[in-house]
């Protein structure tokens, strides 16, 4: 089992920055892989970006240049530091952990970008 809690939303003018954090209920160096998804109004939900045990990073391409993906093991927390926000970005934003016994997923953290 892997809880995830989500935090750092919010609401932010088209330009701006927010941080999201995505806390683990067990040690992150244990998961092999932990994402951030997003899912707008109307739209399927889709990988944003993702870290592995080991560091490696990927991202989306609506993502790459503007959104940075870490991870603080000491903190057992993922975060997400997105710039250059656009309206585009808003959505409902999800960490999930795919494991050998289960694909688990936070509650969600809303994000909402004003134009």
């Known amino acids: 089992q892997v809880h995830l809690v989500e935090s750092g939303g919010g609401l932010v003018q088209a330009g701006g920055s927010l941080r999201l954090s995505c806390a683990a209920s067990?040690?992150?160096?244990?998961?092999?892989?932990i994402g951030w998804h997003r899912q707008a109004p109307g739209k399927q939900r889709e990988l944003v970006a993702t870290?592995?045990?080991?560091?490696?990073?990927n991202y989306a391409d609506s993502a790459k240049g503007r959104f940075t993906i870490s991870r603080d093991n000491a903190k057992n927390t993922v975060y997400l530091q997105m710039n250059s926000l656009k309206a585009e970005d808003t959505a409902v934003y999800y960490c999930d952990a795919p494991t050998s016994w289960g694909h688990y997923w936070g509650q969600g953290t809303q994000v909402t970008v004003s134009s």
């Open positions: 067990r040690n992150t160096l244990s998961i092999n892989i």
């Open positions: 870290i592995s045990r080991s560091g490696a990073t």
